[in-house]
């Protein structure tokens, strides 16, 4: 395992149950994140993705609420929770990833200055025509790939 950690490797760790690698093994239960040291690895453990990437199934959206709730615990006693609590299997999901924008949402960001969340709530309202538009005055000339 390398030294540097991140929050998916708590999680598989979690998902093994007590075979899993017990990462924070010398870390101090009464250590809260924000006095711990840098270069620790309860620093690498970050409850709000490993809280995330629990709340995918069924069996563990509970806890992973739980652990929401009472975010202000230290890493060492959230992570001995999940660890301890959570039946040992393999779980996995897909990740929410935002979707790469369109050229037309690009086009409507460029030629009105918006924000992209704020082309994607106006792009509806756009014609075909409208787009085309916009397009062939953003167009600046060259070779399109």
Same mark, same amino acid.
Request: hydrophobic share 30%; net charge positive; proline share 4%.
């Given at each position: 395992?390398?030294?540097?950690?991140?929050?998916?490797?708590?999680?598989?760790?979690?998902?093994?149950?007590?075979?899993?690698?017990?990462?924070?093994?010398?870390?101090?239960?009464?250590?809260?994140?924000?006095?711990?040291?840098?270069?620790?690895?309860?620093?690498?453990?970050?409850?709000?993705?490993?809280?995330?990437?629990?709340?995918?199934?069924?069996?563990?959206?509970?806890?992973?609420?739980?652990?929401?709730?009472?975010?202000?615990?230290?890493?060492?006693?959230?992570?001995?929770?999940?660890?301890?609590?959570?039946?040992?299997? @393999?779980?996995?999901?897909?990740?929410?990833?935002?979707?790469?924008?369109?050229?037309? /949402?690009?086009? +409507?960001? !460029? =030629?009105? #200055?918006?924000? @992209?969340?704020?082309?994607?709530?106006?792009?509806?309202?756009?014609?075909?025509?409208? /787009?085309?538009? +916009?397009? !062939? =005055?953003? #167009?600046?000339?060259?070779?399109?790939?």
């Amino acid at each position: 395992m390398a030294d540097k950690l991140t929050p998916f490797d708590f999680i598989k760790s979690i998902n093994e149950g007590k075979k899993g690698e017990n990462f924070l093994k010398d870390c101090k239960a009464d250590q809260s994140l924000e006095y711990a040291d840098p270069q620790s690895r309860d620093k690498a453990y970050v409850p709000f993705i490993v809280n995330r990437g629990l709340s995918y199934f069924k069996d563990t959206i509970i806890f992973a609420n739980e652990m929401n709730i009472k975010n202000d615990l230290p890493a060492k006693m959230q992570f001995d929770f999940y660890r301890n609590i959570i039946t040992p299997k @393999r779980r996995f999901s897909k990740w929410g990833k935002k979707q790469k924008s369109s050229g037309d /949402i690009e086009a +409507i960001q !460029k =030629y009105y #200055n918006y924000s @992209r969340e704020k082309a994607e709530t106006v792009y509806p309202i756009f014609t075909h025509k409208q /787009i085309t538009q +916009i397009h !062939k =005055y953003l #167009n600046i000339g060259g070779i399109n790939k």
